[in-house]
């Protein structure tokens, strides 16, 4: 069983930059793609991006892409996302997540953390 710990959220202002950590334990942590979603007030959870095992692969949800980065260091079981030119609207509590391979879902889930971007 993979468990994930994310930090680095905070307050920022608009056009500035913060970089989120999730770290994991469990052997299985450097062949699991993973993942990190957002939620913000009011709507539903929403893929931001994904990296592969390997970290050779990665995507992005469009409302992210050219800003945000998703990493990942397996010697140190933590995926990062370094997110840059926020805007208000990336306000959200963001999650970092473990898929699993066989059902093709993701299954491990951090408890979050918080992304304020002011305006």
């Known amino acids: 069983q993979v468990q994930l710990v994310e930090s680095g959220g905070g307050l920022v202002q608009a056009g500035g930059s913060l970089r989120l950590s999730c770290a994991a334990s469990?052997?299985?942590?450097?062949?699991?793609?993973m993942g990190w979603f957002r939620q913000a007030p009011g709507k539903e959870r929403e893929f931001v991006a994904g990296?592969?095992?390997?970290?050779?692969?990665?995507s992005y949800a469009d409302s992210v892409k050219g800003r945000f980065i998703i990493s990942r260091d397996n010697a140190k079981n933590t995926v990062y996302l370094q997110m840059n030119s926020l805007k208000p609207e990336d306000t959200a509590v963001y999650y970092c997540?473990?898929?699993?391979?066989?059902?093709?879902?993701?299954?491990?889930w951090g408890q979050g953390t918080q992304v304020t971007v002011s305006s």
């Open positions: 469990g052997r299985t942590f450097s062949n699991g793609r």
């Open positions: 990296i592969s095992g390997s970290g050779s692969i990665a």
């Open positions: 997540a473990r898929l699993n391979s066989l059902s093709s879902v993701y299954d491990a």
